[in-house]
C-alpha cells in the first residue's frame, strides 16, 4: 500500500511535466498535414538565360550604395579573347534572376598542364561586388554572401554551380593558371526557376509610367520568391517565414493566383508546428520539412498565420481546407490573454521575459507595446472572419469581448487626444508602426485614423519604417483611413524610390535616407529581392481606382 502511495505521489509529481512534453496535434493529424503539403508542391518552371552584356562598376555618390554599373562590352568579346587578359569581368544577365549558373572553357592555346581557379562573385546589386567581404563585420553566416572557388581541372570542360544562387551581376576573377597555355570562356548560361506560370492580368491604359514600373518590379520579386515555398528571399534565409507568407500570398491572389503554393505552406506550418500547438515563425524544406529549432517564438507571426488562412478561404473558397486547418488558427489565440494587464493593455516586458519575439520592424529603438496590442485586436478580428466563413463562431464566442476590452484599454491607455496620436511605452514614443497598427486594429475610428495618419506625416522625431515590411501596413492604414492619395504618394515616393535607384526587384531594407542600412550590419549580406517588399502588386491590383488611375 505505502508502494502504491509512493507511485501516486510520483505520478502527481510527474504530471505536469508529462502534459507539457505531450504533442497537442496528434501524429496523425501531422502526418495528413505534410502529406497534403506534399501533394501540394509545385513542379518548377526552368528557362534557359544568357547574359546580355558586360558593364563595369563606377563608383557614383549619387548612385544607390555608391556604386552603378554602366555598359562596357559584348558577351561576344568575352568569349572571343583570352579570358586571362579578362579577369575581374562583370557579367550582366539583365534581370534578377534564381537558379543555376553553367559556363564553358576551352584551351585556345597549347594544353593545360596545370588546374584552372576562378572566383565567381553573383550580385544582386552593383555594391555588393564592389565592396570586399572580408574582414566581414555582419551579424549572419559569412557563407550567405555568394562567392564561389571554383576549381577545373581538365578542358574542355562545362561547370555548373552547385549552390543555387540569386544575382543579375556575375564578376569572374582568375585566381590561378599555368602560364604555358591559354584558354577562353566560350558559353555561359542559367538555368532560372520559379513556380510562377500564369501571367498577371494587364493594368488599365490610364496606368501611370511609374505605378506600373513598381507594378512590374514588385511582380518579379513576387516570382522570385515563389519557389516551392513563399521564400522569405532566394539569396538569403531561403525558408518559409510566417509573415511572408501572408503578404506575398495577399500579392499573389491578386496577380499569379498560385493558391496551390498558399495551401502547401499554409500545411507545412501547421504539420511542423510546436508541441504546444504553436506555430514556428519560419520552417525548412531541405533535406527534408523541419522547423527552425531553438529560434524565439515570434508571437505576432504566429497570429498573422490566422490572417493569410483566412484570405486564402476568401480567394479560393475551399473551405475544406480552411475547416481542416481551424484548429491551428484557433490555438494561435490562446496566448494574447498571457501578457494582458487587468484592463487589457498589452505588457511586452512580461512577453520579452518570457523569451518571446517581438518584430514588428527592423527599426533599432522602436518600442513595441502599441504595435502588439492593434496587431492582436486586428488578427482576432481576422480570425473572428474567418470562424464566421466556417460556421465556427461559438467556438471562438469570447472574442468579441476581448476585442472590446483590449480597444477600450488602447483608447483610454495609449490615445493622446491633445495630439491626435498614439503613443507606446512607459516612454510614450511617437511612431508610424504604431499609428499603422492602431488604425489596421480599428481602435481609431475613421475620423481618428485620419487625424493620427495626417500628423504622424509631419512629425519630426517619429520613429519611421527601416523596410517594406512596415511600410506595407503604412499603405494599408492610409487607405483604410480613406487617405488614398496620400497612400499612392506613399508608393511612388518609397517603392518608386527603390525603382529609380536601379531597383530589379525590391529590396529587404530601405530607408530613403540610408541606402545602407542593414540589420546584420554589413549590407552587403541584406536581400535585395525579399518577399515582404512585393506588396504593390497587392495594392494596385485590389485598388485600381486608386492606383491605375
Known amino acids: 500500500m505505502k508502494d502504491l502511495k509512493i507511485i501516486a505521489l510520483v505520478c502527481c509529481l510527474m504530471f505536469p511535466f508529462l502534459l507539457k512534453a505531450q504533442d497537442f496535434y496528434s501524429v496523425e493529424q501531422r502526418k495528413s498535414w505534410l502529406g497534403k503539403a506534399e501533394m501540394n508542391k509545385p ?82 546589386v552593383p555594391a555588393e561586388l564592389a565592396t570586399p567581404f572580408d574582414p566581414y563585420p555582419g551579424g549572419l553566416s559569412r557563407a550567405w554572401l555568394q562567392d564561389e572557388t571554383v576549381t577545373v581541372i581538365d578542358l574542355p570542360a562545362t561547370v555548373t554551380i552547385p549552390r543555387r544562387v540569386a544575382f543579375r551581376y556575375l564578376k569572374m576573377e582568375l585566381l590561378g593558371s599555368s602560364n604555358g597555355f591559354d584558354f577562353k570562356i566560350t558559353d555561359m548560361k542559367f538555368k532560372a526557376q520559379s513556380s510562377v506560370s500564369n501571367a498577371p492580368a494587364a493594368l488599365a491604359a490610364a496606368t501611370s509610367p511609374l505605378i506600373a514600373k513598381i507594378d512590374a518590379v514588385g511582380l518579379s520579386t513576387l ?67 523541419h522547423a527552425q529549432e531553438g529560434q524565439a517564438f515570434l508571437f505576432e507571426y504566429s497570429l498573422l498565420y490566422n490572417a493569410a488562412l483566412k484570405e486564402y478561404l476568401l480567394a479560393t473558397g475551399d473551405k475544406e481546407t480552411a475547416l481542416d486547418l481551424w484548429p491551428v488558427a484557433k490555438k494561435q489565440l490562446e496566448n494574447i490573454s498571457r501578457h494582458l494587464d487587468a484592463k487589457g493593455l498589452f505588457n511586452p516586458g512580461g512577453a520579452g521575459q518570457q523569451g518571446w519575439w517581438l518584430f514588428v520592424d527592423w527599426r533599432d529603438g522602436l518600442d513595441k507595446q502599441a504595435s502588439l496590442q492593434g496587431i492582436m485586436i486586428f488578427a482576432m478580428k481576422e480570425t473572428l472572419a474567418l ?163
Not at 507545412?268 to 515563425?281: C, N, R
Not at 488602447?410 to 514614443?429: C, E, I, V
Request: hydrophobic share 35%.
Open 223 to 289: 516570382k522570385e520568391c515563389m519557389q516551392t515555398v513563399y521564400e522569405d528571399g532566394p539569396k538569403r534565409d531561403r525558408r518559409l517565414w510566417i509573415g511572408d507568407l501572408y503578404l506575398e500570398s495577399i500579392a499573389n491572389t491578386y496577380s499569379f493566383k498560385n493558391h496551390q503554393l498558399t495551401k502547401r505552406c499554409l500545411y507545412i506550418l501547421a504539420g511542423l508546428a510546436q508541441k504546444d500547438g504553436f506555430l514556428h515563425a519560419s520552417t525548412f524544406e531541405t533535406p527534408d520539412l
Open 43 to 124: 513542379q518548377l518552371v526552368e528557362q534557359e538565360k544568357k547574359p546580355i552584356g558586360l558593364v563595369k562598376l563606377v563608383a557614383d555618390q549619387n548612385a544607390f550604395q555608391g556604386w552603378k554599373a554602366v555598359p562596357s562590352g559584348t558577351v561576344e568579346s568575352l568569349y572571343g579573347q583570352s579570358f586571362k587578359k579578362q579577369s575581374g569581368v562583370v557579367v550582366d544577365f539583365g534581370e534578377h534572376l534564381t537558379g543555376y549558373y553553367t559556363f564553358t572553357i576551352r584551351a585556345s592555346r597549347n594544353f593545360p598542364d596545370a588546374p584552372l581557379r576562378f572566383k565567381l562573385t553573383f550580385g544582386e
Open 387 to 549: 470562424a464566421r466563413q466556417l460556421g465556427k463562431e461559438n467556438e471562438v464566442a469570447e472574442l468579441p469581448a476581448l476585442i472590446s476590452k483590449m480597444t477600450k484599454a488602447a483608447r483610454t491607455s495609449l490615445y493622446d487626444k491633445n495630439t491626435g496620436l498614439f503613443t507606446s511605452g512607459p516612454d510614450k514614443q511617437i511612431s508610424l508602426a504604431s499609428q499603422s497598427w492602431m488604425v489596421l486594429g480599428e481602435v481609431a475610428n475613421k475620423a481618428e485614423a485620419q487625424r493620427a495618419m495626417k500628423a504622424i506625416a509631419v512629425h519630426k522625431t517619429a520613429v519611421r519604417p527601416g523596410t517594406p515590411y512596415l511600410t506595407h501596413y503604412y499603405v494599408a492604414a492610409l487607405i483604410k483611413s480613406g487617405m488614398a492619395k496620400e497612400a499612392k504618394d506613399l508608393m511612388e515616393t518609397y517603392w518608386g524610390g527603390m525603382v529609380n535607384k536601379g531597383a530589379d526587384t525590391f529590396w529587404e531594407a530601405y530607408d530613403p535616407n540610408n541606402d545602407k542600412l542593414s540589420p546584420y550590419n554589413f549590407f552587403p549580406i541584406n536581400s535585395y529581392c525579399h518577399a515582404w517588399s512585393c506588396t504593390p502588386v497587392y495594392f494596385i491590383r485590389k485598388y485600381p481606382e486608386i492606383f491605375q488611375k
